[in-house]
């Protein structure tokens, strides 16, 4: 098997090898395969990245500086974060990389191509967690010094502070991320941009396209208001459109980097887009909705009458009318006025807050701001995501539908205006403020939102129907805090609840707490943290795994000093293997969940992972029952992600189980002899091997004949195209990424009615 080399052209990239180039590299490989305009590019492979890593000799010592970091100690956190960055930096790249590199960089162009020098992260065991916005982008690079120099910039920003602090806020282990840079003829805009295929909070079929002068950089920081035009793909024509000041553009600076120039008085409030261009933009971002199949996010460019598209990733945030929105009031049509208006800009997230302003010049501005209070700065920028959390409204100076702040403050559900202008001159530290995310508006006061009208009957085309499938679409949770978002995309119960994170969050080993006397402290994290996630789900199956943690994972806990050091922990002491053989550690667990059964949560389901034999959930079983679960009346199951319990399930289902649920990153793994976190291997995990395929339908057809439901909650999950086959083959439920959750309705929802089709033309 040929190992993945360190240059990729995009050419060459097919989606498949997203976990080689990174998200970005993987849409512009996929975009080139369909005819799209998109600049000539190479990707320097996340395994360049690795091997830079290993034959510089710095790659255990990077990860011994991580490791028991505290990310909520900011002085530890930027003191590490330089000097791990400062390792990266201070060793030559190796001759082989460098030669490939410049090889690849010489075919561009005989004289030296301008390019721009893209960061592409991604994780190893989630590939498609592009980690965008964490990592750097250099422009306007001319010749291989300056290359080689952004290349290993790249890599050292896969280290900044706010990227570590991210990951170990979203669950990832560091050794786990890798990154890729993608290596892209700069093309030297004279207008730029973003545009959403579909409305970014509706959905509807208007493609929104957000413009400015120069390079767009301008546009995606926010440091610009951009031009805004409203394109119906229904009518094919312009029906709204917003040209705004433009103070200033973003241009090359010579030989290296960029500048910010002054735009003239005429330029500042010229148009910076015909209604030809809007409709020719617009016919693009549709051939790629089309393609991928979701509406798409676009960065686009134009050069006299030259268009390019430089990149283009799924819209998440778009929210289906009878979703409603988690933890903010609906925005009703009010009777008359809410107040003294003070200022006006875009409504970039709907949804209306009051409360008190703190203004935020700097990043250090943030560490004033409380729970409930309403961000007001000129523009957001990732560090200031976790201020962005707490928040009850965020009002910007700059900024359109596509900026730093309109696009996260969609993603947690918070109202935003951006584009204002002058919030920060006009609103002061303290005051009290109502912010209207629809309109846009921003009013004086704490003014209370009327309660919305009873909605008039309407006619039956007046609203998109929901989509109803008959197999059951649930959602995967790792967090609490993620219970609300996940609970709006209408998903039909969780079909993985994993509580490693709820206790490696709290940096004890289970343990500690037996050892210290302390078990009520870790039965009360637990109980409260499924909780939160059952009281969001109210009436919908909620599936919690018990604890699956490797033993690596505890070793770097208080408590962990006693952790064996196994050769490959995945393949050792955990999931239910452990938790036999560790009664006291199991017990706590069960004594959460039955205290929760007894609260009347009659809606949560146990499953087991990694069982091996049937025999273990025999024992698991009457383990719980000696502790008083009633376990004739409670719903246990499952994990099908060994060989064995595929090969098994039908003796699982004569020894009681009520559900199973396939875990397909272990499943494949095992089944294949594949580690993917190994890159000379890492190429042949392969969802659909015959083999893995063959399994999971022998496990669907025992468990439909015996009437158990059978579920996937792999990555496997959030993938349309295998969840159109599990369909097929009769799955019960599925349960896919928060994100992934629209689209995977629709996929099964696509493939039910062709099922149905089908049998109709056999029987007509």
């Not at 928040?391 to 947690?412: F, N, P, Q, W, Y």
């Not at 209207?436 to 919305?452: H, L, N, Q, R, W």
């Not at 039909?492 to 006397?517: A, C, F, M, Q, S």
């Amino acid at each position: 098997m040929k190992e993945m080399p360190n240059v990729l052209w995009l050419e060459e990239i097919k989606k498949e090898d997203i976990t080689s180039v990174g998200g970005k590299g993987a849409s512009l490989g996929e975009m080139t395969s369909i005819g799209l305009p998109v600049p000539k590019a190479f990707v320097v492979t996340a395994q360049a990245f690795r091997r830079f890593l290993v034959e510089t000799g710095i790659e255990d010592a990077l990860f011994r500086k991580l490791e028991r970091l505290d990310v909520e100690d900011n002085g530890a956190l930027e003191s590490v974060s330089k000097e791990v960055q400062d390792l990266v930096l201070s060793v030559d790249i190796p001759d082989r990389i460098k030669e490939d590199v410049t090889d690849a960089y010489a075919r561009m162009g005989s004289n030296g191509t301008v390019v721009a020098v893209r960061s592409s992260a991604t994780a190893e065991d989630l590939p498609e967690a592009s980690f965008a916005g964490q990592q750097e982008t250099f422009l306007n690079i001319l010749g291989d010094v300056d290359l080689l120099d952004a290349l290993q910039r790249c890599w050292a920003s896969l280290y900044g502070a706010r990227a570590i602090y991210y990951r170990a806020k979203q669950g990832f282990d560091d050794r786990s991320v890798n990154i890729a840079v993608v290596v892209q003829q700069l093309i030297g805009s004279e207008k730029s941009g973003v545009m959403f295929t579909s409305h970014p909070v509706t959905g509807e079929p208007l493609t929104i396209v957000e413009g400015s002068w120069g390079l767009g950089e301008a546009v995606v920081s926010g440091s610009v208001s951009p031009d805004n035009y409203v394109f119906d793909l229904r009518s094919e024509r312009v029906v709204d459109r917003m040209i705004a000041e433009k103070e200033i553009m973003i241009v090359p600076e010579g030989e290296h980097g960029t500048k910010v120039v002054k735009l003239s008085p005429e330029q500042r409030t010229a148009p910076v887009l015909s209604d030809a261009e809007v409709a020719r933009l617009a016919t693009l971002g549709k051939i790629a909705e089309e393609h991928y199949g979701v509406p798409q996010d676009i960065e686009w460019a134009i050069v006299g009458n030259d268009v390019f598209i430089l990149q283009s990733r799924p819209i998440t945030t778009i929210r289906r009318p009878e979703i409603p929105r988690p933890g903010t009031a609906p925005a009703p049509e009010p009777k008359g006025a809410l107040g003294v208006v003070l200022l006006e800009g875009q409504g970039a997230s709907p949804g209306i807050a009051s409360g008190r302003v703190v203004i935020v010049r700097d990043v250090k501005d943030t560490s004033t701001i409380k729970d409930g209070d309403i961000l007001v700065t000129k523009m957001t920028n990732p560090d200031m995501v976790p201020a962005m959390r707490r928040v009850k409204a965020i009002v910007t100076d700059e900024g359109g539908m596509t900026c730093h702040a309109a696009i996260v403050s969609r993603e947690l559900g918070t109202p935003a205006v951006v584009g204002t202008k002058k919030a920060t001159k006009l609103l002061k530290d303290g005051q009290v403020i109502t912010v209207d995310g629809e309109k846009g508006t921003i009013y004086e006061g704490a003014v209370e939102a009327p309660a919305p009208a009873a909605p008039a009957a309407l006619a039956p085309a007046a609203a998109p129907a929901p989509v109803i499938t008959g197999t059951l679409v649930k959602v995967n949770v790792s967090l609490p805090e993620a219970a609300k978002r996940a609970a709006a995309t209408g998903a039909d119960g969780v079909g993985l609840l994993r509580i490693e994170h709820l206790i490696l969050g709290l940096n004890k080993t289970p343990g500690w707490y037996v050892e210290h006397g302390k078990e009520e402290e870790f039965i009360g994290e637990l109980y409260s943290g499924i909780k939160t996630v059952l009281d969001a789900f109210p009436g919908k199956p909620v599936w919690v795994r018990t604890l699956d943690a490797p033993t690596d994972e505890f070793r770097n806990m208080e408590g962990g000093g006693d952790e064996p050091v196994e050769h490959n922990p995945m393949l050792g002491w955990r999931g239910i293997r452990r938790d036999l053989r560790s009664p006291e550690q199991f017990r706590m667990q069960v004594e959460a969940f039955k205290r929760l059964w007894a609260a009347g949560y009659s809606n949560l389901g146990v499953m087991f992972p990694l069982v091996n034999h049937p025999d273990e959930f025999v024992l698991a079983r009457a383990m719980m029952k000696k502790w008083g679960v009633d376990v004739e009346n409670v719903t246990l199951g499952v994990m099908v992600e060994v060989p064995s319990s595929a090969i098994l399930i039908e003796d699982f289902i004569k020894a009681g189980i009520r559900f199973a649920s396939f875990g397909t990153n272990d499943l494949i793994q095992y089944t294949l002899a594949i580690d993917r976190n190994n890159e000379h291997v890492a190429d042949m995990y392969e969802p659909e091997h015959p083999a893995v395929l063959r399994l999971i339908d022998h496990a669907i057809k025992a468990c439909r004949e015996h009437g158990v439901e059978c579920s996937i909650c792999g990555q496997a999950g959030s993938d349309p195209k295998m969840v159109a086959w599990l369909v097929e083959h009769g799955i019960t439920s599925v349960s896919a990424n928060i994100d992934a959750v629209p689209r995977i309705r629709e996929a099964v929802a696509r493939k039910e009615r062709q099922i149905l089709l089908d049998a109709a033309r056999r029987n007509a």
